[in-house]
């Protein structure tokens, strides 16, 4: 099949790989049909983790399954996918609680010897082959598989959100326990701080803030209906407060993730955490959905090399904040907004820049990696021409 596949930093092809397939009787076998190029892609393209050499990245899938293993029992042949990015057991006490991107059967042991949670095509998450490819291998398919609606392929774009980005800009407002009429600050228009703004405005938010030094992204929240500000290196949280009665808002969310950096490119990885401790308001939420990771040997700071920030912790306690972070238990949530895309209620697909066939993928990487106006989320689609 062909695949795209990671050779090195900034080095990705797409190549001829061994086919996926069934390997163990709860597997589920799916011909990908679109597959998303995420923002966290990007760290592993950057050859800022420990990605092999060779390895298939994608892990934002949607497709048309193809084979069941003799033991899956809801999964037909013919059913239209969408396929989360954790991969679950569904049996584990992490999963039993919902916690599935904490799964401690799928997990990667030699990682760290109590590791939790497992991927496709990620760095540290496990052997599992991306979808960045033809063919993909599900396990345990049963749980993994949410199976879509009549409207499967006249929304796919939509759909095929649901993998990642929907539901992790929907985490990011949850960690930050959004209610109606709150006020919310978004760090980063990347795609994940534009599905948390969509997130916020189904949810019933007052006031969306989205901070950004990208004109063009921001341009793209301001039409899905947020109030747009320029990151300015924390300077900016005083229009957020001018903009809130000085008091801030009353929850926020981290967007953005570790490699966040001023207007110039200068990676600051305590910058936006401690932007938020200021903007939002004594006793605030903060949902950190952006990736932050334990080591990272390509950081420019010595702290960061090591995962840790200076992070501004009394002023946190003092204005009694609380903060929920971590990657987002996808079936936690993406059966109901499959729900809301089939009843017209939210459109993530609104925030989509390219459709594009596998083989431009590597064109594709570079582009979005780059920021090049324009390259907001691409889709491929690796059973085009
Ligand atoms: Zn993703
Ligand atoms: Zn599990």
Redesign the pocket.
Known sequence: MQALVYNGPRNVSVDNVPDAKIERPTDVLVRITSTNICGSDLHMYEGRTDMPSKAVLGHENLGEVIEIGNAVDRIKIGDRVAIPFNI?????????RGL?A?????ADRSVMPNMAGAAYGFADMGPYRGGQAELLRVPYGDYNCLVLPEDAEEKERDYVMLSDIFPTGWHATRLAYLSPGDSVVIYGSGPVGLMATISARVQGASQIFVVDHNRDRLNVAERLGATTIVEDEGREVEQILEATHGKGTDCGCECIGYQCHTPKGKEVPNLVMNSLVNAVKFTGNIGVVGVFIPKDPGAADSLAKNGEIAFDFGKFWFKGQKIGTGQCNVKAYNRKLADLIHHDRAKPSSIISHDLPLKEAPTAYKNFDERVGGWHKVVLHPAAA
């Not at 679950?88 to 039993?96: D, L």
């Open positions: 679950g057991c569904g049996f584990c006490e992490n999963c039993e599935s904490f799964c401690l059967t799928t």
